[in-house]
Every structure is written in structure tokens, then in C-alpha cells.
């Protein structure tokens, strides 16, 4: 190394030379790489929004008359949820309790500018109101069949909650109408409408099938102890009324879910959405069904059907045998309500509840990483488990799985694009996501675990039971 | 051929190296703050453990305080990025750069007995990334190499023209 040349370099001479210009911008380039590298990632990490793609809002928005019948707990929700769909006019709220539900609903409705009548009984709504289009029923199970038929057969298309019925019986009749007067009739198993189940069955499982071969399904819905809803006292229905309508008395009113002839207890009214979604991302009906439950903590005189019960479908899709355990209490609120697909690549674990979810990719699973650019799936987190013992390491064990986020927000009421897709599909624009058929199909599935907990015993289906 | 008479062109490159690194890694810690709208420092300044928690949480628990910590420390780590990648007031950006590390490490120092609900991703007695960061700093200030090899060098260049 010459020292003439290394002074050259060092004093300071006057006037910039091109050698001054490579030494002073030597760095630049890397401020380039940098650059595209963090464009690149932006450009990787941004939200795919796959699910809100599915929710577009409709150019025609022609007012669609519509109809409530049925305004109680259940009815008041899917009424606020209906609020926030544009076109929509309501013209009658029928309610058979006049001084409370039906007089809260048309507050509301009155206050958004509906100008509408109301009605104590369903079929003076039908004989008077000529011009409706469309009808929401949210009335206790044993009287959506009767409901239905008759507003089918008025010409209206109908959107009614689920349980379709509370009796295979009434949902047949109901499946039946639908055919032979050709309106809709869509069963509010909301979830099959939800932007994040959406995505889960037609991107995670359907396209990418993310899982592999599922092999096992669990879900619950656990709720805490709750005393019997009450009412205000000054707002009591006659005895007469409620004998006409089907209620010995107002507490049985009140709590009909629990009441046999009218409701179908837990297992259908919460189990009912979640066994639903077993058959939807199974894309089939069970084989069979087990199950145990009783009523073990609560009063048999105020609470008929089971407080308790744990049911075991066995099922055969195209890869194999699934099994699929749910469970509901309502004695005890752990870890609430979730549905867990588990498959040999993967678990989803999803919920209605927005805030939780996640896809668990197992260890030996081939990597994910083309889902999370395609925004599939969110970038994996680690699932860290603190370990205190030297007993938890084990060669039966395998080590935690990675952990995706489920990368599709959903900020609305639960009903809403449920709702959205039935008011579309009466404008023609979209069809229904849960039509009277697999409605029934559902109704088939869940009302036979209150057979088979009756008969304890493995009850068999016969394939032939889920068609009409 | 020697590049600089004080370091052979070995050294000079590992420092220069050394330099950018770093200054990569501020610039990009800047501008994730910057990108992200829901960013805060609150979540990591209400962890603060030691003898100036009550300092840190105070910060937090100021918004109008926070909101200029915010925004201070989101362009301190863009400038100081910039400044360490170009070479550019490379003493200055080394000095804040070790200023704000100091704060960083101050806030929740990995001491026997300090337990923090923010994970980490690596295991630290003592010493963290934080530190040895600001070890790094410490090198360049020693060892600066933005006269030489970055835009400082065109600067001096000039005033002597």
C-alpha cells in the first residue's frame, strides 16, 4: 500500500472528484434495497380483504314492503340489524304481547320513519295487508311452521329464525310450502352468511384445504346460570290470550325454550347454529348420532328440556370417517362458544364471537406461508407455553403448532349479512345461503339428540331422512 | 489500495457495515410507527419497571405528553436511521441514536426481579439487544467512518473547497 496514494485520499484536497462522489454516496444503495424491500413487504402484508368482497351493497335498491312478526328478545335484534339495510320499508308488526314487544318495535321503527300498523294476531296482519313483499318471523319454534306456511302461501317470501321447527312435522310442511308456492324461505342459521365462516369454508378448507383430511370436530356453547327471564309486572298478558296462543302462563311465555311442545331446549337453540356448521364444512349429514343429557341442576317443573347435554355425531365425508363431539351447559360459561375442525395439516378454531379464531398449522404440516401472501391467513405467531416442569417434556409430545390469525374483520351486527343475503335474493340479486332445504337438513340433525338422549342409545340416520 | 491510512479497507468495510446495520434497523423501526396509525408508546412505556417507571408511566399517562413522545420518537429513529445508513451527521445520529436506546433500556431493563407482560423473543440477564446496540454506537462514536465513506465526507469536501 503506497502511502502517496492513501494521503490522496485522506487530506483534504481542494475541489469534489469523482472518487469524492463513490466515497460520500457509497451508501445510497442500500437505502434503495431498503426501500423495495420494505415496498415488497407493504405490499405482502396488506390486507386482502377477501370476505368483505362478498358483501357487496346492491345497485337496486328497490323498497321492499316488509313484515315483523315475532318482536321478543330475539326479534328485537334482527330488528335493529334490519335498520341498517337500506330500501327496506316496514309496514305491520305483529306481536301478541301489545303493551311491551309490539310497542317497543314500533317505537323504533317509528323513529327511523317507518309508518307502519300493528297487530296481535298474524292473520288479521295477513287479511289486511295487501301489499307486502316479505316477512320476518322470530316467534317461539313451535309456531314457525304454522306462521310460514301462511305468509308463504299470502305470497310473501319469508325469512324466518331458526329452528325451523321444533318438530320434524312442522318443518316438513314448511319445506313444502316453499316448494309449491316457489317463494323464498331462508332459516336464520346466520353463520352462513358470516364474512369469517365464509372465508373459512370457500378459501381455508374449500380451496386451499388447509386442514387436510379432517378427522375430528368439537364445539360447545357453555352459559353461566341464569334465573328465569321475568317480565314487568304491569305489562302481563291475559290468561286468555296466552291460552290462545299456545302458553299456560306467562312464565311459560316468557321461557319457552325450556318447555317441551314449544321449544327444543339448548341443543337447539344454541347447539342448532353450531351443528349446522359441522354439516356445512363437512359438505354432508351425519351417520349417526349419541348422545347423553338430562336436566341435573335445574327444576324439572320450570325447565322440561335437558340443562345438560353431550351429543357425538359420527360422520363419512369424501376423505373418511369424522367424528364430532358438541356440548352445551348451561351451568358453567368456560371457554364459551367455538367450533374446532381438526384436521391432520391444521385446527380451525372459529366463533361467532368476532374476537376469536385462529388457524393452528400442525408441526409436520407443509408450510403456509403461500396462504398468508395469498391473505388466506394472517403471518403465523408462535404459540409460547411457559414450561415450569421438567415432567412436560415427553416424546409423546409434539411441540406447539404456529398460530394464523383469521384475517377477515366483521365489525356488524351478527344477523346482518344474513339479512343483507335474504333482501338481495328477493331482488334477484344473490341466492339464498340457507334455504328451506338445508334448513331442514339441520333440523334433522340436531332434533334427533333429544332422541337419542331420550332412548340412550346410538341412533342411526338414514340417509333418505334429510330429503323431502 | 487503502482507502483510509487509519484502517486497513477490511476494517474500514466491517465498521462501514456495522453503520448501515444499524442504521437499517432504526429506519425501519421509524417508519413500521410511522405506517402503523394505531401505534403507540403507551403499551411499552406503561410496562416500565426500575427507578424511572414513575417518569415512563407519566409519559403514558399524559396524552398530550405522549402524543409529542410519539411523534419525537418515530422521526428520531427515522432520521437516526438515515443518518447511520448516509453517513449522513453520522456523530450526531450516533450520539441520539444511543440516547434513545438509553431510554429504551432504562424503561424496562432485563434485572433480576423485573417481570414484563410484553414478550420478548430472546432470554436477557443483564444484557439485551438494547445494549449491545448501544454498544455498537458506542464503536462507530469511536470509530466514526461518515467522513470517509458516506455523504459527511462530500460535506467536508465542500467546506474546504
Given at each position: 500500500m503506497d502511502e502517496k496514494m492513501d494521503d490522496s485520499r485522506t487530506t483534504p484536497k481542494k475541489g469534489i472528484e469523482r472518487r469524492d462522489?463513490?466515497?460520500?454516496?457509497?451508501?445510497?444503495?442500500?437505502?434503495?434495497?431498503?426501500?423495495?424491500?420494505?415496498?415488497?413487504?407493504?405490499?405482502?402484508?396488506?390486507?386482502?380483504?377477501?370476505?368483505?368482497?362478498?358483501?357487496?351493497?346492491?345497485?337496486?335498491?328497490?323498497?321492499?314492503?316488509?313484515?315483523?312478526?315475532?318482536?321478543?328478545?330475539?326479534?328485537?335484534?334482527?330488528?335493529?340489524?334490519?335498520?341498517?339495510?337500506?330500501?327496506?320499508?316496514?309496514?305491520?308488526?305483529?306481536?301478541?304481547?301489545?303493551?311491551?314487544?309490539?310497542?317497543?318495535?314500533?317505537?323504533?321503527?317509528?323513529?327511523?320513519?317507518?309508518?307502519?300498523?300493528?297487530?296481535?294476531?298474524?292473520?288479521?296482519?295477513?287479511?289486511?295487508?295487501?301489499?307486502?313483499?316479505?316477512?320476518?318471523?322470530?316467534?317461539?319454534?313451535?309456531?314457525?311452521?304454522?306462521?310460514?306456511?301462511?305468509?308463504?302461501?299470502?305470497?310473501?317470501?319469508?325469512?324466518?329464525?331458526?329452528?325451523?321447527?321444533?318438530?320434524?312435522?312442522?318443518?316438513?310442511?314448511?319445506?313444502?310450502?316453499?316448494?309449491?308456492?316457489?317463494?323464498?324461505l331462508q332459516i336464520g342459521h346466520q353463520r352462513r352468511s358470516n364474512p369469517r365462516y365464509l372465508h373459512c369454508y370457500n378459501n381455508l378448507i374449500k380451496n386451499a384445504g388447509i386442514l387436510g383430511r379432517i378427522t375430528a370436530v368439537n364445539g360447545q356453547w357453555n352459559r353461566a346460570v341464569q334465573p328465569d327471564i321475568g317480565w314487568p309486572k304491569k305489562h302481563v298478558i291475559d290468561s286468555a290470550t296466552l291460552k290462545k296462543y299456545g302458553y299456560e302462563s306467562m312464565n311459560q311465555f316468557r321461557n319457552w325454550r325450556w318447555y317441551r311442545g314449544l321449544g327444543g331446549g339448548p341443543i337447539v337453540d344454541l347447539g342448532s347454529h353450531q351443528i349446522d356448521?359441522?354439516?356445512?364444512?363437512?359438505?354432508?349429514?351425519?351417520?349417526?348420532?349419541?348422545?347423553?343429557?338430562?336436566?341435573?341442576?335445574?327444576?324439572?317443573?320450570?325447565?322440561?328440556?335437558?340443562?345438560?347435554?353431550?351429543?357425538?355425531?359420527?360422520?363419512?365425508?369424501?376423505?373418511?370417517?369424522?367424528?364430532?363431539?358438541?356440548?352445551?351447559?348451561?351451568?358453567?360459561?368456560?371457554?364459551?362458544?367455538?367450533?374446532?375442525?381438526?384436521?391432520?395439516?391444521?385446527?380451525?378454531?372459529?366463533?361467532?364471537?368476532?374476537?376469536?379464531?385462529?388457524?393452528?398449522?400442525?408441526?409436520?404440516?407443509?408450510?403456509?406461508?403461500?396462504?398468508?401472501?395469498?391473505?388466506?391467513?394472517?403471518?403465523?405467531?408462535?404459540?409460547?407455553?411457559?414450561?415450569?416442569?421438567?415432567?412436560?417434556?415427553?416424546?409423546?409430545?409434539?411441540?406447539?403448532?404456529?398460530?394464523?390469525?383469521?384475517?377477515?374483520?366483521?365489525?356488524?351486527?351478527?344477523?346482518?349479512?344474513?339479512?343483507?343475503?335474504?333482501?338481495?335474493?328477493?331482488?334477484?340479486?344473490?341466492?339464498?345461503?340457507?334455504?328451506?332445504?338445508?334448513?331442514?337438513?339441520?333440523?334433522?340433525?340436531?332434533?334427533?339428540?333429544?332422541d337419542a338422549v331420550e332412548e340412550a342409545r346410538r341412533l342411526d340416520f338414514d340417509p333418505k331422512e334429510f330429503r323431502i | 489500495m487503502r482507502i483510509d491510512k487509519k484502517h486497513s479497507n477490511w476494517q474500514l468495510a466491517a465498521l462501514v457495515t456495522l453503520r448501515v446495520l444499524v442504521g437499517w434497523h432504526f429506519l425501519y423501526e421509524g417508519i413500521t410507527k410511522l405506517m402503523n396509525p394505531f401505534w403507540s408508546a403507551a403499551s411499552f412505556l406503561l410496562e416500565s419497571k426500575w427507578i424511572f417507571a414513575g417518569i415512563f408511566k407519566g409519559i403514558a399517562g399524559n396524552p398530550s405528553v405522549l402524543s409529542v413522545v410519539n411523534v419525537l420518537n418515530t422521526w428520531g429513529l427515522i432520521f437516526i436511521g438515515l443518518g447511520l445508513m448516509l453517513g449522513c451527521l453520522s456523530r450526531i445520529a450516533t450520539v441520539a441514536g444511543m440516547g434513545l436506546i438509553l431510554l429504551y433500556y432504562a424503561s424496562n431493563p432485563p434485572f433480576t426481579g423485573l417481570y414484563y407482560a410484553i414478550p420478548s423473543e430472546g432470554n436477557y440477564l443483564i444484557v439485551n439487544k438494547n445494549l449491545i446496540e448501544m454498544a455498537a454506537l458506542f464503536v462507530l462514536l469511536l470509530f466514526p467512518t461518515g467522513h470517509i465513506i458516506g455523504l459527511d465526507h462530500l460535506f467536508h469536501k465542500l467546506r474546504s473547497k
Open positions: 462522489f463513490i466515497q460520500g454516496l457509497a451508501t445510497l444503495p442500500i437505502l434503495g434495497l431498503f426501500t423495495l424491500s420494505w415496498l415488497n413487504k407493504t405490499i405482502h402484508d396488506r390486507p386482502k380483504n377477501l370476505g368483505k368482497s362478498q358483501r357487496a351493497i346492491p345497485e337496486d335498491l328497490s323498497d321492499i314492503n316488509v313484515a315483523f312478526l315475532g318482536t321478543g328478545e330475539q326479534g328485537y335484534i334482527i330488528l335493529n340489524a334490519c335498520l341498517k339495510i337500506p330500501g327496506l320499508r316496514f309496514k305491520a308488526v305483529c306481536d301478541i304481547w301489545e303493551s311491551y314487544n309490539q310497542k317497543r318495535a314500533a317505537q323504533v321503527l317509528k323513529k327511523y320513519k317507518h309508518e307502519m300498523n300493528t297487530y296481535l294476531d298474524y292473520r288479521e296482519m295477513l287479511s289486511k295487508e295487501k301489499d307486502l313483499d316479505a316477512v320476518i318471523i322470530a316467534t317461539p319454534d313451535f309456531w314457525h311452521a304454522d306462521h310460514t306456511v301462511a305468509c308463504l302461501e299470502a305470497n310473501l317470501h319469508v325469512y324466518c329464525e331458526k329452528e325451523m321447527s321444533n318438530t320434524l312435522e312442522g318443518a316438513r310442511r314448511m319445506v313444502e310450502a316453499a316448494r309449491r308456492t316457489g317463494k323464498l356448521i359441522f354439516n356445512w364444512f363437512l359438505e354432508t349429514q351425519p351417520k349417526s348420532v349419541l348422545a347423553s343429557g338430562g336436566t341435573d341442576y335445574y327444576s324439572k317443573d320450570t325447565h322440561e328440556w335437558y340443562d345438560t347435554v353431550l351429543a357425538i355425531y359420527e360422520y363419512e365425508t369424501k376423505q373418511g370417517v369424522v367424528r364430532a363431539n358438541y356440548q352445551t351447559l348451561t351451568t358453567n360459561s368456560s371457554e364459551g362458544y367455538f367450533e374446532n375442525f381438526l384436521g391432520d395439516q391444521g385446527t380451525l378454531h372459529i366463533s361467532e364471537s368476532a374476537n376469536r379464531g385462529g388457524v393452528y398449522r400442525e408441526p409436520t404440516a407443509p408450510q403456509w406461508d403461500k396462504w398468508v401472501s395469498l391473505g388466506y391467513l394472517s403471518a403465523p405467531e408462535k404459540v409460547t407455553q411457559q414450561i415450569t416442569t421438567r415432567a412436560v417434556l415427553d416424546v409423546r409430545e409434539t411441540i406447539g403448532p404456529d398460530r394464523h390469525d383469521i384475517p377477515i374483520t366483521f365489525n356488524d351486527p351478527y344477523h346482518l349479512p344474513h339479512l343483507e343475503n335474504f333482501f338481495n335474493a328477493v331482488r334477484g340479486l344473490d341466492k339464498l345461503n340457507c334455504p328451506h332445504d338445508i334448513g331442514y337438513e339441520t333440523a334433522v340433525t340436531v332434533l334427533k339428540v333429544n | -
